[in-house]
């Protein structure tokens, strides 16, 4: 095959050796693996460099540095490869899938990211096919935009959550359908790609992440507010997970409080529903009515992964106040339906 594709390699359970403290990353030990693994020398295969970054990282250790790392390899590269693969751990996969769809402007080449719950290393790891049929989809070109495979489905990276922690379907898109299915076709939903005749204007154009202070605080029945104020006056965004459409408990004011006095400093707080599956309609019932009238911005049907990042991004872009509501609110990379 005349493509060629650049595995990215950041570490996660997928590379990872038995400890006397449990899995971690290694050193080589991912080349070691894949190099034994005959599918991905055949002629029917893209041809991949791998690039490893120093140190490997259990991703639950990724923060905004290794976001900034993942997408200057891709841009720096981007001239010279059909299609990435950024290999990661799971557990916080869904994050750096969703940071980079809003980091990497115009895109218009596959950026696949994938993992597994089993290592290479290990019998029955779902980390080979994993790994190949990524290649395959980087390499295919139908699919450009930064996307998810894992456990035989690819979904738009901005749209997914790590829904299982020990079955290898370890992913769901719970608001947006799979980009495509790998039995024993890959089957791409091209009514359900991003239309890349809308979508690009002009060069790859990427945008660093800064160090943001933000919360997420999920309502739960008894919750008291007042407890985070001193925390929530030090923050440049909050998420709140709400109950089902965006209702919050009425018996507690101090959340009015709390929204009205972050609103007086310009910090956005973003309303999401803690329901795995389903959009926030702000206004829907009285319970979210404060909400409303405080100002809040409706996340609609994003994933708080979505949510935190596209934040991170608009306050990284150094959005003001206002342009922060308007474009939380708007469709930028499919990472929300109104
Ligand atoms: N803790 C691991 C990680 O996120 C889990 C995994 O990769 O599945 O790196």
Same mark, same amino acid.
């Given at each position: 095959?005349?493509? @060629?594709?650049?595995?990215?390699? !950041? ?30 020398? &055949?002629?029917?295969? %893209? =041809? ?70 089993? %290592? ?10 994993? +790994? +190949? ?26 749209? !997914?959550?790590?829904? &299982? ?14 980009? =495509?299915?790998? /039995?024993?076709?890959?089957? $791409?939903? @091209? ?5 890349? /005749? ?38 440049? /965004? ?6 089902? !459409?965006?209702?919050? %408990?009425? $018996? ?32 829907? $019932?009285?319970?979210?009515? =404060?909400?409303?009238?405080?100002? =809040? ?26 342009? +922060? ?14």
């Amino acid at each position: 095959m005349d493509k @060629k594709v650049l595995i990215i390699n !950041t570490g996660g359970t997928i590379g990872m050796v038995p400890t006397d403290n449990g899995y971690a990353p290694k050193k080589g030990a991912l080349l070691a693996e894949i190099e034994q693994i005959r599918d991905l020398n &055949s002629d029917r295969m %893209p =041809a991949w460099d791998m690039i490893e970054f120093d140190p490997l990282l259990d991703s639950t250790n990724v923060r905004y540095e290794q976001w900034n790392m993942i997408a200057k390899v891709v841009a720096k590269k981007y001239a010279k490869y059909d299609g990435f693969v950024v290999l990661h751990g799971t557990d916080t996969l869904a994050y750096s899938a969703s940071a980079l769809s809003f980091m990497l402007e115009n895109l218009d080449k596959p950026v696949v990211f994938t993992g597994s719950q089993i %290592p290479l290393c290990e019998i029955r790891s779902d980390g080979r096919d994993n +790994i +190949i049929t990524s290649l395959m989809i980087a390499a295919c070109g139908v699919v450009r935009e930064v996307c998810l495979y894992f456990g035989n489905s690819l979904y738009r990276g901005n749209r !997914t959550t790590k829904y &299982s922690a020990d079955d290898m379907v370890a992913f769901s898109s719970p608001n947006y359908p799979a980009l =495509a299915k790998a /039995g024993i076709d890959i089957k $791409y939903s @091209k009514a359900h790609v991003l239309d890349k /005749g809308f979508e690009i204007k002009g060069e790859l154009e990427l945008t660093e992440i800064k160090e943001c202070k933000l919360g997420v605080i999920k309502v739960f029945p008894g919750v008291q507010f007042g407890l985070f104020k001193p925390i929530v006056q030090e923050m440049d /965004g909050l998420i709140l997970e709400t109950f089902g !459409t965006g209702n919050i %408990p009425t $018996y507690d004011p101090a959340l009015t409080e709390l929204i009205n006095e972050a609103f007086r400093r310009d910090t956005a707080v973003v309303v999401c529903t803690q329901c795995p599956q389903g959009s926030v309609r702000l206004g829907a $019932y009285e319970a979210g009515s =404060a909400l409303v009238d405080a100002g =809040a911005i409706s996340g609609f049907d994003m994933t708080t992964e979505a949510a935190v990042t596209k934040l991170s991004f608009l306050l990284s872009r150094g959005c003001s106040f206002e342009a +922060i509501r308007t474009l939380m609110e708007m469709n930028l990379r499919g990472e929300l339906s109104k």
